[in-house]
């Protein structure tokens, strides 16, 4: 009931699993493997979603369904007319994130999902960056099925959340009992369950002013960081975007050296990885077009609910010091 309060449910929508990642693919394979095989084998999504999307859906593919990835702009918004041409062919499923996990890019969910339906498509949405952010209101959104993992709004890691509105049916993910309403097989996850619930019920309340929290102090970090380095680049869209996230590129260094230079003061996130010499920026930067002498020097920052003034005060200075460091 405390999840569908927060989602704007009924409780008997709200299927308990182990996590978003598992969230997802009860979703993505349940609609896939329940549907008409001569009828519609479409299923559309985009080129920024989480892997928890994009590797069951390569997972489908193999067993024959088509999937359709589409390019994001440099926001790394979605072109709600893109999606409206993808569906023109008989289409199962649209599946796309409702805010983006590194850019913080939010996504007009409800404008896909009116596409979708008008073509007769399902629309879900993995909506786990958002609860506590956003409002995350499924008759909003208009969407059929939405993902959440717990441990993103304080809750405990290793249990998450289907919305799965009336009518939509899902072929069993797993076998083996009748958990769930004989949805879901094995024994839930209590601790965890009701944990989620009590979250769900705190990050409901007084959301707005939680909102302004994060956003003040997401700015005064970004400002922070530009004036220590007015040639950085802020990643993702100006306004539609998480209050809690930044995700901010260096010209020329690298993200690693970065983090090395300050772990002992802030934790952060990198948008490139080094493996035996060679740089792998995201693939969320890549789709955005971000330049590479930007993407590789990408951090990812998340400001949260105790967040104080004096720590992102800390952490300007440290990130300051490592690019003195750095550059000489």
């Not at 193999?62 to 569906?87: C, K, M, Q």
């Not at 969910?109 to 009116?114: L, M, V």
């Not at 952060?268 to 792998?280: K, N, Y």
């Amino acid at each position: 009931a405390q999840v569908a309060e927060l989602l704007g449910c009924a409780p008997s929508e709200v299927i308990f699993t182990g996590g978003g990642t598992e969230a997802n693919n009860m979703a993505l394979k349940g609609v896939a493997r329940a549907a008409d095989a001569t009828r519609r084998r479409r299923i559309v999504t985009s080129a920024v979603e989480h892997p928890a999307i994009l590797e069951p859906l390569e997972a489908l593919a193999a067993e024959g369904v088509e999937v359709v990835i589409l390019p994001v702009d440099g926001h790394g918004l979605v072109d709600p007319d893109a999606v409206r041409r993808a569906v023109q062919e008989p289409t199962l499923l649209v599946s796309v994130m409702h805010a983006n996990n590194e850019v913080g890019t939010i996504q007009p969910i409800a404008d896909i999902a009116s596409i979708a339906h008008e073509a007769g498509a399902l629309m879900h949405s993995d909506a786990a960056q958002t609860p506590g952010k956003a409002p995350v209101r499924v008759d909003a959104l208009g969407v059929d099925l939405l993902s959440l993992a717990a441990h993103k709004l304080y809750a405990p890691k290793g249990v998450g959340a289907l919305y799965v509105g009336q009518g939509v049916h899902l072929a069993k993910y797993m076998h083996g009992a009748t958990h769930e309403a004989n949805r879901r097989a094995g024994t839930e996850n209590l601790i965890g369950i009701v944990g989620l619930g009590a979250a769900a019920a705190l990050v409901a309340h007084d959301l707005e002013a939680h909102i302004a929290h994060l956003r003040a102090r997401r700015d005064a970090l970004q400002a922070g960081l530009l004036t220590a380095d007015p040639d950085a680049r802020v990643n993702g869209h100006p306004s539609e975007r998480l209050p809690n996230t930044l995700s901010i590129g260096f010209r020329d260094l690298n993200a690693s050296d970065l983090l090395v230079e300050m772990s002992d003061r802030v934790a952060a996130s990198a948008g490139a990885a080094c493996h035996s010499d060679e740089m792998t920026v995201s693939p969320v930067l890549q789709a955005m077009g971000v330049p590479f002498a930007y993407a590789r020097g990408t951090l990812r920052f998340s400001v949260g609910r105790m967040t104080t003034p004096s720590e992102i005060d800390e952490a300007i200075d440290a990130v300051a010091h490592a690019l003195r460091a750095l550059r000489g």
